[in-house]
């Protein structure tokens, strides 16, 4: 349950002034299973906040920093975390459906069993991140850094994961189906049970990759 002075402030926009982006003495608030639809929380300081379990769909964190914070099982379908700082944040089990992250730092997130579908992450650092079982299909992945990240049995059917970087990668019985993967870095990535059905391949680098099974001449 959210904190009743948290939420308040929040409600009231006074957490803007102790919460700004450069400003000191950011207060860590508590909003469990807080409604805050829409909420504006552009360029706030929201390090290490938490947000279990929050209803937030719509919410506006573009440019904020949340790192650290506890976002796992929040509704944030909608939401904007444009150029946001997420660096180890929890987002497990969390719902992104359409949700802007674009140019947004995830190194180190936990986002196993989220669901990302139709979401937009151009640009997205990922480096290090857990996505085990997320869902990411129909997503835009172009140019996104997974190096090193986990992504075993995620679905991703129909994403867009053109110059995608996933080197490195465990990629264990991760599904592929549809995805377009042109131009993708797949260097020494852990490949064992990858369904590459119907995606359209090109031009990737998979030197060092581990269990493709696949007949095209482009892997």
């Keep these: 349950m959210a904190n009743a002075i948290h939420l308040a402030l929040v409600e009231n926009g006074a957490a803007r002034w102790t919460n700004a982006k450069r400003g000191q003495g950011a207060i860590a608030l508590d909003l469990t299973d807080a409604h805050l639809i829409g909420a504006d929380f552009r360029d706030f300081n929201l390090a290490h906040c938490n947000f279990r379990g929050a209803t937030l769909i719509g919410a506006n964190f573009r440019g904020a920093t949340l790192t650290g914070a506890d976002l796992s099982g929040a509704n944030l379908n909608g939401a904007n975390f444009h150029q946001a700082n997420l660096r180890q944040a929890n987002l497990n089990g969390a719902q992104l459906r359409r949700a802007s992250l674009c140019e947004a730092d995830l190194q180190g ?61 465990h990629l264990h019985h991760a599904n592929f189906s549809g995805a377009t993967l042109t131009e993708v870095v797949l260097r020494y990535a852990q490949m064992q049970g990858v369904i590459l059905d119907a995606a359209q391949l090109s031009q990737i680098d998979d030197s060092g990759a581990v269990g493709i099974k696949n007949n095209s001449p482009n892997l």
């Design 109 to 169: 997130a936990h986002l196993n069993q989220a669901d990302l579908s139709e979401a937009t992450l151009h640009g997205a650092e990922l480096i290090g991140a857990y996505l085990y079982e997320a869902n990411l299909s129909y997503s835009d992945l172009s140019g996104v850094h997974f190096n090193g990240s986990y992504l075993a049995g995620a679905n991703l059917t129909n994403a867009n994961l053109s110059q995608a970087d996933l080197r490195q990668t």
